[in-house]
């Protein structure tokens, strides 16, 4: 079975660029979730999708963040405009519901120049 | 805040020992409990879970939990070099939308042959 995929696995980019990151789940699992870790930090959860609806995106700072998962399988995150404070490891990760085991992704690394 | 508290670290223990990892909650709520190890650079992986009282054993891992003292524990069995890393605890809290996943900042484990 293959596991959480994610494009890129690294990002550099300059302040104010904008920036994406693609997720696919493992196959069958309707849940999925962006997190976000900082060096010596948990994951800590940005948003987090029920199919292709986002059923708890209270962390996601709206302002530059933007997410979406219009089939209802792979998922998008999207920053724009990036900010230095934006540099962490992006983490994508899926489950079979709310309350299962979650599976991650390999991430993908983002430094803001 | 939900908090997950567990111990930075790092956890030296000698090879063949028994590594002992702690991590308390504070939400009464919570009902499933997981243990992540983390590689430098790698994305978390899942090792075991745990949703009742007492012990669940997995080869060289047992997980413990009391949810009377909030207090949920890994050991780590004949340990090996290549199980340093980085432990994370992760709680499940119950939410308005379901189930939100808090993880603790993670105990550095550090086997020495």
Not at chain 1, 83 to 95: F, I, K, T
Not at chain 2, 36 to 62: A, C, H, V, W
Request: proline residues 6%.
């Amino acid at each position: 079975e293959a596991g959480v995929v994610q494009s890129p696995r690294y990002k550099i980019i300059e302040k104010k660029q904008p920036v994406a990151f693609w997720c696919n789940p493992i196959s069958g699992h309707n849940t999925l979730y962006w997190y976000l870790q900082n060096l010596g930090q948990g994951p800590e959860l940005l948003i987090r999708y029920e199919n292709e609806e986002a059923v708890d995106d209270s962390r996601l700072p709206k302002d530059r963040f933007s997410a979406e998962r219009l089939k209802g399988v792979d998922s998008t995150l999207k920053i724009q405009p990036a900010e230095l404070g934006d540099s962490a490891v992006y983490l994508c990760a899926s489950s079979h519901g709310t309350g299962s085991s979650q599976y991650f992704g390999p991430g993908t690394r983002l430094l803001v120049l | 805040q939900k908090e997950v508290e567990q111990n930075s670290g790092p956890l030296s223990v000698p090879e063949g020992a028994i590594a002992s990892l702690n991590c308390t909650y504070s939400d009464r709520g919570s009902q499933s409990f997981f243990w992540y190890r983390q590689y430098s650079g790698k994305s978390p992986e899942l090792i075991m879970f745990i949703y009742s009282n007492g012990d669940k054993e997995d080869g060289r891992f047992t997980a413990q939990l009391n949810k009377a003292s909030q207090y949920v524990s890994l050991l780590i069995r004949d340990s090996q070099p290549s199980d340093s890393a980085t432990y994370l605890c992760a709680v499940n809290i119950p939410t308005n939308s379901g189930y939100a996943l808090n993880f603790g900042k993670g105990t550095s484990l550090l086997v020495t042959p």
